[in-house]
């Protein structure tokens, strides 16, 4: 499952709309929307981590998260990547 695809289907179960999510998390609106529907290609390893702490993941559910953000790095897990931003004007 596409990364955007989970972070919607997981907020939605918690009954956020995007602007609560970005501001529990600390994000603009922009970038939820961005991530959601997969504007912004590679998230920042802290943006998953608060996103998975606002949406209260489980251990199983974090996992596929993470698997889904960073679908390169071995096992799914976070690699550091740098700014690693490919949306111009996008903090996510």
């Known amino acids: 499952m596409r990364f955007g695809d989970m972070l919607h289907g997981h907020r939605?179960?918690?009954g956020l709309?995007?602007?609560q999510l970005a501001d529990l998390?600390?994000?603009?609106?922009?970038?939820?929307?961005?991530l959601e529907r997969g504007g912004a290609l590679?998230?920042?390893?802290?943006?998953?981590?608060?996103l998975v702490d606002v949406l209260r993941l489980d251990a199983?559910?974090?996992a596929q998260?993470?698997?889904?953000?960073?679908p390169e790095a071995p096992?799914?897990?976070p690699r550091d990547r740098g700014?690693?931003?490919r949306v111009p004007g996008a903090r996510v």
């Not at 998390?25 to 961005?34: D, E, F, G, Q, W």
């Open 17 to 19: 709309t995007q602007q």
């Open 65 to 70: 998260f993470e698997s889904a953000a960073f």
């Open 12 to 14: 939605k179960h918690r």
């Open 60 to 62: 199983d559910q974090r």
């Open 83 to 85: 700014p690693g931003l």
């Open 25 to 34: 998390a600390t994000l603009s609106v922009r970038a939820v929307r961005n």
């Open 42 to 50: 590679r998230p920042r390893r802290e943006t998953v981590r608060l």
């Open 75 to 77: 096992g799914g897990a």
